[in-house]
């Protein structure tokens, strides 16, 4: 039923003949089979197809975490749509930019947002709107309910595309990284040999699913293995100690691994049945290696991915997990450090790019900024420093376009410093990544004023509507002038330098 549509019927193999395993374990405790899940896929298959959606078509999603939204994304696979996937913290404002720019035909929102966004989906084109609930209501799953399942998937190609995922640009506007179904499941089949995933495996799912982490990496790599989730809505330190005693994997973001580190429960009897803890989206710091080692007997497995390539990189399953490292290639991808067209030898630090066939197919409707960033010989250049050992571990040193992350997120300063520059008072600004042990990363803007007066809590209320709270910086200071170069430009590091124990005090 699946055999023309290449994702959904390599995500659905390995669950074939095997349709009361369990695939979903929920918090209620009660559970998903495979053969279930499937069959609620299909359903939104045919809802999406009632919809309008035929090959190509976006769908777009902006909703709170459920079992459901999953079933959605697989559903959209089958009816040959591509999945737009949106963070539950963005605005209308910055709602109204994706819409406008993919033009999709469906869009999903959640019942409480739907009047704040109906006029933005209206405004945008969007031919549909519906709406979907975290406990599983909403005009959308109500409509699936009313389908039959069996519906025979969509013919869709290797390289046609299945996703959309919008990265934040160093001039302020997201781009659209262009996923096609070869990409996605090039990466889940590597990960699930190389991570050693297998029917029995159990991960806890506690990531959110609107971005590559937690839908493409653990979804998928899941499905891939026929393996099942222990789905979490949201962190919970305490769930997750709880979930330990049956589950075999855990996949995070550096803030889990802190956080979980102060509990009094976590040790190595509560942690004797997993088999691996993954750590990625954000650096990992030495000290938190260290803590978690000596607290639970595990080396924590690091690695390196972004929105345009899924995963690059992971230290090994077996043997030595370096701590400040991002391992070694995945198979199948191949990585170098670059001087602009000359490759640096070992130990030397340059630009990482990154080829093979988990790279995106470029940028929606960008192809100027697609042949910037990825060559003629498809190596994407990834805009972050690092170096490769003589052992062939990869490090990353630094982000060459001044990349935040936070939380797992990523932040790009422009976007914040346009509005900040905007406001009443403010002569221009700096917007910077400081050390924060709970987030990796805390931003903070650096602004020069004219003289009015301008508090910090004035600038925060400012833009408190405008941006998802992880974009928000969380200090504010002032200066008479920004730090520059010879040649006018911000000096950021200088900024960075100063304020580096912002968060430490």
């Not at 209320?461 to 992880?470: G, H, I, R």
Request: glycine content about 10%; proline content about 4%.
């Amino acid at each position: 039923m699946y055999e023309n549509n290449f994702l959904a019927q390599n995500l659905r193999a390995s669950s074939l003949g095997r349709d009361d395993a369990i695939f979903v374990k929920k918090e209620d405790g009660k559970t998903l089979s495979y053969g279930e899940f499937f069959k609620g896929a299909e359903t939104y298959a045919a809802a999406l197809a009632k919809l309008g959606v035929k090959a190509g078509d976006r769908v777009a999603v902006q909703v709170e975490k459920s079992i459901e939204v999953l079933q959605l994304y697989v559903g959209t696979i089958i009816a040959g749509g591509v999945f737009l996937p949106l963070n539950t913290a963005y605005t209308p404002t910055e709602i109204e930019y994706f819409l406008g720019d993919a033009t999709p035909q469906v869009f999903v929102c959640t019942s409480k947002n739907k009047d704040a966004l109906s006029k933005v989906a209206e405004k945008c084109g969007v031919a549909a709107l519906e709406t979907m609930d975290q406990d599983g209501s909403g005009s959308l799953p109500e409509r699936a309910r009313t389908q039959m399942a069996g519906f025979r998937a969509v013919e869709r190609a290797k390289d046609d595309l299945a996703a959309i995922l919008y990265t934040s640009g160093t001039t302020g506007r997201s781009k659209g990284a262009m996923l096609s179904h070869g990409n996605l499941w090039s990466n889940a089949a590597a990960l699930k040999e190389y991570w050693h995933f297998t029917q029995e495996d159990m991960l806890i799912h506690a990531l959110p699913i609107f971005h590559t982490h937690g839908l493409f990496v653990a979804s998928n790599t899941t499905l891939a293995a026929g393996s099942s989730l222990n789905f979490m809505n949201k962190f919970d330190v305490d769930a997750i100690i709880e979930a330990m005693a049956d589950a075999t994997v855990l996949m995070g973001v550096p803030t889990f691994y802190v956080r979980l580190l102060t509990h009094e429960k976590l040790n190595k009897e509560t942690t004797k049945n997993m088999r691996l803890f993954v750590s990625g989206s954000a650096p990992l710091l030495e000290e938190t290696h260290m803590q978690w080692r000596e607290k639970t007997g595990h080396a924590i497995l690091e690695r390196y991915g972004m929105t345009e390539t899924n995963m690059n990189t992971s230290n090994p399953y077996d043997g030595e997990r370096r701590a400040g490292t991002v391992g070694f290639p995945l198979p199948g991808v191949e990585v170098r450090i670059m001087d602009g067209e000359t490759e640096l030898p070992v130990g030397e630090i340059g630009s990482i790019e990154v080829r093979g066939p988990n790279v995106f197919q470029g940028y929606w409707q960008m192809p100027e900024k697609t042949k910037e960033e990825l060559r003629d010989n498809g190596f994407f250049m990834t805009g972050d420093l690092g170096m490769i050992d003589e052992k062939g571990y990869v490090s990353i040193i630094g982000r060459s376009k001044d990349l935040i992350i936070t939380g797992g997120y990523n932040v790009y300063p422009k976007e914040i410093e346009l509005l900040i520059d905007d406001m009443d008072g403010v002569v221009e600004s700096a917007v910077i990544g400081l050390p924060h042990p709970d987030f990796g990363e805390g931003v903070c803007a650096v602004i020069v004023k004219n003289g009015k007066d301008l508090s910090e809590d004035d600038v925060l209320s400012a833009m408190k509507n405008d941006l998802a709270k992880y974009k928000q910086p969380k200090r504010v200071f002032f200066v008479s002038e920004l730090p520059r170069n010879t040649m006018g430009k911000v000096q950021k590091k200088a900024l960075r330098d100063t304020y580096a124990n912002t968060f430490s005090q």
